[in-house]
């Protein structure tokens, strides 16, 4: 069967993000930021049409920032975007209950045009990442019965406060995260569970990125992992890794 395609949404912002997950095999959910600043949602059950809603009102989003969302158990979904304040608005959703919102980080605290990156390696844990507005990268996070933590990733000018993020946990002792530098390099900061803490290395050089080059990266099976990502002459980068 070949590709087919359908309009689900209006004028979203031409800038923003988009997010989804599949929290369940019969079920989809997708977000993005709507030109009014708010969060639009829609989700789709299998038998059934999508179903549109609104998740946050208007105002409440950065236009040109970004989202991230996991669902770390199947009853379970969280999104994270850029408040129009540069904070960073948490929203999360349990099984039987309404979605309910949260400031994870304060007001001026992340570039107004971040990307956001989340996983969850295990369900009793999240962790999210994002550029600061010094260009620094924040780590914030979670486990089971404690709140919210967070600390100082890459230190300030690391980061371009324009361009993409993405994480992948491919085993659920490690988390590997990829941004795009200051200076058009590519970053690569990875975390082994009893490692001492996380560890980075430069994966492609400076000039190897525009700014605002985003980045998407999967990890297929617990032994690879493949990174992808926009260079200065608008090709498509490719980098892989195998165990």
Do not use: C
């Not at 158990?73 to 129009?84: H, I, K, L, Q």
Request: net charge negative; glycine share 10%; aromatic share 16%.
């Amino acid at each position: 069967m070949s590709w087919n395609q359908f309009f689900l949404s209006p004028p979203a912002s031409l800038s923003g993000g988009l997010a989804a997950v599949s929290r369940i095999p019969t079920s989809m959910e997708i977000w993005w930021v709507g030109r009014n600043g708010s969060i639009q949602g829609a989700y789709w059950y299998e038998g059934s049409n999508w179903t549109r809603y609104e998740l946050v009102p208007a105002g409440s989003a950065e236009v040109d920032g970004g989202i991230a969302a996991v669902s770390r158990a199947s009853n379970r979904m969280e999104v994270w975007f850029v408040g129009s304040d540069a904070s960073i608005q948490g929203v999360y959703w349990n099984e039987g209950a309404t979605w309910q919102r949260y400031q994870l980080a304060l007001p001026h605290t992340a570039s107004s045009f971040t990307s956001i990156a989340a996983v969850s390696r295990i369900p009793t844990s999240m962790e999210l990442w994002f550029v600061g507005k010094d260009g620094s990268v924040h780590d914030y996070y979670w486990y089971e019965t404690n709140p919210w933590k967070n600390f100082q990733l890459a230190p300030p000018n690391s980061a371009s406060g324009v361009g993409g993020i993405a994480a992948v946990s491919r085993i659920p002792t490690s988390m590997e995260m990829w941004f795009v530098g200051a200076d058009g390099s590519i970053q690569d900061y990875y975390w082994y569970d009893n490692s001492q803490g996380w560890k980075n290395f430069g994966l492609a050089p400076a000039g190897s990125a525009p700014p605002t080059s985003k980045i998407a990266a999967v990890s297929r099976i617990p032994t690879s992992m493949e990174l992808w990502w926009i260079g200065p002459e608008n090709s498509v980068k490719d980098a892989y890794w195998y165990a």
